[in-house]
């Protein structure tokens, strides 16, 4: 740990480097960009003693992958980051996105968080141990191409690459911390459905002058529509939307996880007079974590630019709604009672076509077992690292990789822990890494593979 005190510099300098190279994975972004920052990864961790591999699927963008096998009867580690970006809107950032800037303790730059910072925090950790001698664990190296389009290929490419591995946790580099300096294990996640509702209520367009008031415009219709789904408070109206009930393990969980309001008011830039609003018997926590929300993501119709319109009764309009679903809730049932209630107000409002579908697959939620010995040791790492009692936390948003991991390494921990802080401003414009964070996240992880190592009698 003192070695990296010693020479976090470098590192800081690396993820700048690093951020150097636009690995944007959208689509319509040159793909040149994503195979020189895997190259670059590939480069660094054969410098720490990786044995290499690029991976490339037909289609799929490239990752990396890289081993170092201590000892066959010592205990396997997979360290998980990802060398892809998202796009950035020059015009909406305040210092260039891909030229690191430092200011205060923060470094800001497209992919300095998320998640150049999560590929060097592991990188460090194994680099250090090892100029010390000191690493006496396997360390598996998987670095995606392409996490920010939803990991498309992960299963496939982790079935490939080492199907014989036995591994005893998988530490995913790609989560936040609650709060800066506070570190924070994630130990579950919301699944979530999208659906979209059509209405229709004429053949074509009218002229509103002339139809106006005999005839139904389909926006107001789709209003009437969404505004059944949901209490003025926020709180969702379905029953079938009522939160699980939580265990007592996880009731503590949450309960312990501080939460600042004005904090949270600022990280999201909330109006002055908005208030924090969801289901009232919830904590804030609890409506993030454990609480089912449905949101309208986008609204479409003959006419939705507000400059261009004319007038016109609009004949027809769409909402994409997505809902989240915490664990314990099932997230295809979930969307069946929504869509059966929507449907159901064919009755009430029979004069409007109304129609639902399900333009993705669902996504189930996750939990981790809060009782594997594992997750109590990384989080007693994690408290060395930062100098603070490590917190488990929910996250909202699902995380896709982790059912690629769930599926390939089944019984295997799955542990995501944070790099980012609600500072950070992920995939938005002025991404930041807090750079202390950076430095309890890599310490935490030098302590934790060295009580890994530690943990297991050779045989
Ligand atoms: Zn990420």
């Known amino acids: 740990m003192d070695r990296f005190d010693a020479t976090m510099g470098l590192y800081l300098r690396s993820i700048a480097n690093f951020v150097r190279l636009p690995s944007i994975s959208a689509p319509d972004y040159p793909e040149k960009n994503l195979f020189k920052s895997a190259e670059w990864a590939a480069r660094k961790l054969r410098e720490v003693g990786f044995k290499v591999k690029i991976l490339k699927e037909e289609g799929a963008h490239p990752s990396v992958y890289g081993e170092i096998m201590v000892d066959p009867n010592a205990p396997t580690v997979i360290l998980y980051s990802h060398h892809d970006v998202q796009p950035a809107e020059e015009k909406d950032w305040k210092t260039d996105p891909f030229n690191t800037i430092v200011k205060q303790d923060r470094m ?17 950790a194994v680099d250090c141990l090892r100029k010390a001698g000191k690493l006496r664990c396997n360390v598996i190296f998987f670095v995606e191409g392409e996490e920010e389009i939803g990991s498309p290929h992960l299963a496939t490419l982790l079935r490939k690459m080492r199907p014989d591995i036995k591994a005893d946790v998988a530490l995913l580099t790609d989560a936040a911390n609650v709060e800066s300096g506070l570190p924070t294990d994630t130990t579950s996640t919301r699944g979530l459905h999208r659906l979209l509702v059509r209405v229709e209520t004429a053949e074509h367009e009218l002229h509103a002058g002339l139809w106006g008031g ?52 600022k990280a999201g830039g909330l109006k002055l007079n908005v208030p924090i609003w969801g289901d009232p018997d919830l904590s804030v926590n609890a409506r993030l974590w454990r609480g089912y929300v449905l949101n309208v993501l986008a609204i479409e119709g003959p006419q939705t630019k507000i400059k261009k319109a004319s007038g016109k009764i609009v004949p027809w309009a769409e909402a994409l709604l997505e809902l989240r679903v915490p664990p314990g809730g099932e997230v295809n049932e979930a969307a069946k009672q929504v869509e059966e209630a929507i449907l159901g107000l064919r009755e009430k409002m029979p004069w409007f076509d109304i129609k639902v579908s399900y333009p993705k697959a669902p996504i189930e939620p996750w939990e981790a077992d809060l009782k594997h010995p594992i997750v109590g040791t990384l989080a007693k790492a994690l408290s060395v690292g930062y100098g603070r009692e490590t917190v ?33 401003r992920a995939h938005s ?9 950076f430095g309890g996240a890599t310490r935490g992880l030098i302590a934790f593979l060295g009580m890994l190592g530690a943990s297991v009698k050779r045989q």
């Open 214 to 265: 005999a005839v139904p415009d389909a926006y107001m219709a789709l209003s009437h529509i969404l505004s059944t789904l949901q209490h003025p408070n926020g709180a969702p109206r379905l029953d079938a939307l009522k939160p699980p009930v939580m265990s007592e393990e996880v009731r503590k969980a949450v309960a312990t996880v501080p939460f600042d309001e004005a904090g949270f008011r």
């Open 429 to 437: 414009a002025n991404e930041s890494l807090n750079i202390a964070d």
């Open 392 to 424: 488990f936390a929910g996250c909202g948003g699902g995380i896709g990789f982790l059912f690629a991991f769930n599926e390939l390494f089944p019984g295997v921990p799955l542990i995501p822990i944070g790099i980012e802080d609600p500072d950070t």
């Open 108 to 124: 800001y730059g497209r992919g300095a968080a998320d998640d150049k910072a999560g590929f060097m925090a592991n990188l460090a």
